[in-house]
Nanobody
Framework: QVQLVESGGGLVQAGGSLRLSCAAS????????MGWFRQAPGKEREFVAA????????YYADSVKGRFTISRDNAKNTVYLQMNNLQPEDTAVYYC????????????????WGQGTQVTVSS
């Protein structure tokens, strides 16, 4: 059973940084794509970033390119999202997700989800 546990959210001022972690367990993830999504109040869940576990190939939403970095630590089975220069529009619940297979930016393609972690950016 795949389990994903996020941590690292919090309150930060605009221009600040946070690093989110997603601890993955339950299987080996060599054939998986790991994604980060976010959902703000009243909005649909949107793609933020993804990484293919085996190759390390990375994908980003245009809104976060140059500010966010996704990475993974094979030894710790953990995926990270380093978020720099945070802005109020980045405020949302951030979710870690996993899917068997290649990259998609659509949340519906991901079968496993964490519980989410709140990120709040004040202006």
């Amino acid at each position: 059973q795949v389990q994903l546990v996020e941590s690292g959210g919090g309150l930060v001022q605009a221009g600040g940084s946070l690093r989110l972690s997603c601890a993955a367990s339950g299987r080996t993830f060599g054939g998986y794509t790991m994604g980060w999504f976010r959902q703000a109040p009243g909005k649909e869940r949107e793609f933020v970033a993804a990484i293919i576990w085996s190759t390390g190939a990375k994908y980003y939403a245009d809104s976060v390119k140059g500010r966010f970095t996704i990475s993974r630590d094979n030894a710790k089975n953990t995926v990270y999202l380093q978020m720099n220069n945070l802005q109020p529009e980045d405020t949302a619940v951030y979710y870690c997700a996993a899917r068997a297979g290649g990259y998609y930016e659509y949340a519906s393609r991901y079968g496993y989800w964490g519980q989410g972690t709140q990120v709040t950016v004040s202006s």
